[in-house]
Structure formats: structure tokens, C-alpha cells
């Protein structure tokens, strides 16, 4: 691991101020924010992140979850996932999150990763992990290994020449059907970004993974009120019970009147280069009587643009059945 200073930072500004000497908040930056460190620590110890200077902002006032004035939830960036998963509110308004946190990594895991680092966690793909390996994530311009190489557990959505790597995260995928806003305080004062417009397609720019600038420091997330009467549900699927990553999964938040869907969100993980919403499936099932035709249909249009490589075909028909088994879990007693 490369030698590093370590800051410990007591109020946001003096984060944000560290952070902007970074040229760039993407790989490559060489100031980085540390939370949890469950990403950020490995990925050093693989020579992968090589920040000069890492500031710790775990003394920031940023680990409350709180309702907010008009309804919905405010969690604050430094929120442990399992505090997060945990939270009766969050269990009982917003299960699909629950389930999607817990269904992720381990307990102790979960005990350290935060909100604002799990957002930002960065991709399994093990030739990216591999400083020995071409990888234009790690090294823009070098090439793909995963293209032509081990790619079964990659991504079929959202991919480009350039890079098919998939987004981890199983509580961001739960966050984009809960169409989270994600808040951000830089240099040029405070935004508020939703979901679907955080996370980047990796385009011929893979590096570059959401649209933070430096010292920009996600502060929290907040949740709309949940929908009068929804019904939610994250399924994962993977190659065993625990400790391990998504294949495909699927986060649905659905409300059911008079036997039809009235309203219905849904995202996929394990399959995309982002948390993948598909509006396009959420809009055919609207209206539509509750039951397997209508969810196959809203799944075959879900999965319309997945383009498969060598090993990773098997992915499109796992991520079907897993949208249509957790509509079936999410309507079957509404
Ligand atoms: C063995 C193992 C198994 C795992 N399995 C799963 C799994 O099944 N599913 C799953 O979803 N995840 C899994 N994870 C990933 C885990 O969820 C993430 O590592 C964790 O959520 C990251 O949170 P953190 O607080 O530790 O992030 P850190 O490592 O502290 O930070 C991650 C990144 O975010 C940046 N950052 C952190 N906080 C902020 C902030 N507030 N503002 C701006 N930038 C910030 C850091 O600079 C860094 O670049 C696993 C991890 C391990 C090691
Ligand atoms: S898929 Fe992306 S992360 Fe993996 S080797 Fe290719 S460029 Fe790197």
C-alpha cells in the first residue's frame, strides 16, 4: 500500500476543502473520504486506490436517521448499514430497503459500511481488483480484460466497448426503486441529485462512476413518504446463501387496487453498470390485472436491451424470473 496521510476532519467545510485539492472525485483521486473503509481500504491494500491524503469523516454529525417535516426519511451518510436496515421506520415503511441491506455482505460488514460509502462502492469485477491486469476503469486506455475473459458474473445492461463492469451495491438497487434523492455539499455550496441521475454509464469514460466533482461530500439521502397502501420486496439471487454478490436481483415496490397495479417501481442489480430502474416495464404493468402474465411481460421488457458476452448469457432469463418472483412475493397478499 502506498503511503498516505490521514486527517481526521471536524466539521463538513474542512472535509470539503481537503477533498477539492483532489483533480478528480473518481479513481485516480488523491484525496478520498473514508467511512467505513470497507471499500476504500481493500481497494488500497490492492494498490487499486492510491489517495495521498485519506480524510475520515466518521466525527461529522451525519449518522441520524430522522423523519422529515412533510413525511419521508432524512439518513445521514455516515448511518451504519445495519442501523439503516434495523430502523423500525425503514422496516416498516420501506422494507425493500431492509431486506436489500441485509441481504448484502455480513454482519460485521454491514456494522462498519455507511449509507454514503455503500453508494459508492465500486465494482467486483476481478480484473479491476487485478493492478497486474488491463483495465480501463483502473487505468483508462489500457483495454477490458473482462470482455474476452471471465466475465459470468458481469454486467448485460448498460454496458459499452469500453467496460461491462456491474454495480454491487444491493441497497442501491433498493434505493432506485425508492427513487432516492441523494444530497451532496461541495465547493459550489449543496445539491440534491435523484438516484437515476447519480450513478454514470460507463461509456467510453468507465473511470468515472457518478457525477461527483472533487471534495464533494454526499451529507445524506432522503426518501419520499411511502406510497398509501405499497407492498415492497427485494429478492437477491447468487451463487450461495450469504457473503456473496448479486447474479441478478430485483427491488419492486408495487401498490395493488382492486386486483390491478396501480403504481409500480422496480429496479434490478447484479445485471447493470448502474442501479437499473426500468420505467419501461413499471409503465406496462400499470393497470394491468396482479398475476405471471403481466409480470413476464413488464420482465421481457425490462431485460429488451441486455446484450450478453461470452459467459454471462444466462443472466437475461435469471433476471426475468427474478423480477417476476418478487412482483409474485410483493402482490401476493395485497
Ligand atoms: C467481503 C465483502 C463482501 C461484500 N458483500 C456485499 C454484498 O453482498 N452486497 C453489497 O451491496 N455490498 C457488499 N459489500 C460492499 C459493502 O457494502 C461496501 O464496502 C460498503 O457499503 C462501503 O461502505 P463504507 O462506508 O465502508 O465505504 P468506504 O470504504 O469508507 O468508502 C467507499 C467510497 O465512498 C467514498 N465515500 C464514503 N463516504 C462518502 C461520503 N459521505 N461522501 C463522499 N464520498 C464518500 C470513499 O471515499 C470511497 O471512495 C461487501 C464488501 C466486502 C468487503
Ligand atoms: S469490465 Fe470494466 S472494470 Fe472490468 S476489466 Fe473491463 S474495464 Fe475494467
Redesign the pocket.
Known amino acids: 500500500m502506498q503511503a498516505f496521510e490521514f486527517l481526521t476532519a471536524r466539521d463538513a467545510s474542512a472535509a470539503i476543502t481537503a477533498g477539492a485539492k483532489s483533480s478528480t472525485a473518481q479513481q485516480g483521486a488523491s484525496v478520498?473520504?473514508?467511512?467505513?473503509?470497507?471499500?476504500?481500504?481493500?481497494l488500497m491494500k490492492l494498490n487499486v486506490e492510491r489517495p495521498g491524503q485519506v480524510v475520515d469523516?466518521n466525527r461529522l454529525a451525519l449518522d441520524k436517521v430522522e423523519p422529515l417535516a412533510g413525511g419521508g426519511l432524512k439518513i445521514g451518510?455516515t448511518v451504519r448499514?445495519s442501523d439503516l436496515a434495523n430502523h423500525p421506520v425503514v422496516q416498516h415503511d420501506y422494507a425493500v430497503l431492509s431486506q436489500a441491506i441485509l441481504a448484502?455482505?455480513s454482519g460485521q460488514?454491514r456494522n462498519?459500511?455507511?449509507t454514503?460509502?455503500?453508494l459508492?462502492?465500486r465494482t467486483r469485477c476481478m480484473y479491476f481488483r487485478d493492478s497486474a491486469m488491463a483495465c480501463n476503469k483502473r487505468e483508462p486506455g489500457t483495454g477490458c480484460s473482462a470482455i474476452d475473459g471471465a466475465n459470468r458474473t458481469l454486467a448485460i445492461l448498460g454496458t459499452s466497448e469500453h467496460c461491462i463492469a456491474t454495480n454491487?451495491?444491493?441497497?442501491n438497487v433498493a434505493m432506485a426503486a425508492l427513487e432516492a434523492t441523494i444530497h451532496v455539499q461541495g465547493v459550489k455550496g449543496e445539491r440534491a441529485i435523484p438516484i437515476a441521475d447519480f450513478h454514470l454509464l460507463p461509456g467510453d469514460t468507465p473511470q468515472r462512476e457518478t457525477v461527483l466533482e472533487p471534495g464533494?461530500?454526499?451529507t445524506h439521502v432522503t426518501l419520499a413518504p411511502p406510497a398509501r397502501g405499497n407492498r415492497s420486496f427485494y429478492l437477491k439471487l447468487r451463487d450461495r446463501a450469504s457473503?456473496?454478490?448479486a447474479l441478478a436481483s430485483a427491488a419492486v415496490v408495487v401498490t395493488v387496487e382492486d386486483g390491478r397495479i396501480a403504481r409500480a417501481r422496480i429496479a434490478l442489480g447484479g445485471v447493470g453498470t448502474k442501479p437499473w430502474r426500468s420505467t419501461e416495464a413499471e409503465a406496462l404493468l400499470e393497470r394491468q390485472p396482479v398475476g405471471e402474465p403481466a409480470f413476464r411481460t413488464a420482465a421481457d421488457e425490462a431485460l429488451r436491451g441486455a446484450r450478453a458476452r461470452s459467459q454471462n448469457g444466462f443472466k437475461i432469463e435469471l433476471a426475468k424470473r427474478c423480477l417476476v418472483h418478487a412482483l409474485k412475493q410483493a402482490t401476493q397478499t395485497a
Open positions: 478520498r473520504f473514508v467511512a467505513g473503509g470497507t471499500t476504500l481500504l481493500d469523516i451518510a448499514n448484502g455482505a460488514l462498519m459500511a455507511t454514503g460509502g455503500n459508492l462502492q454491487p451495491s444491493d441497497m464533494d461530500l454526499i457473503y456473496e454478490f
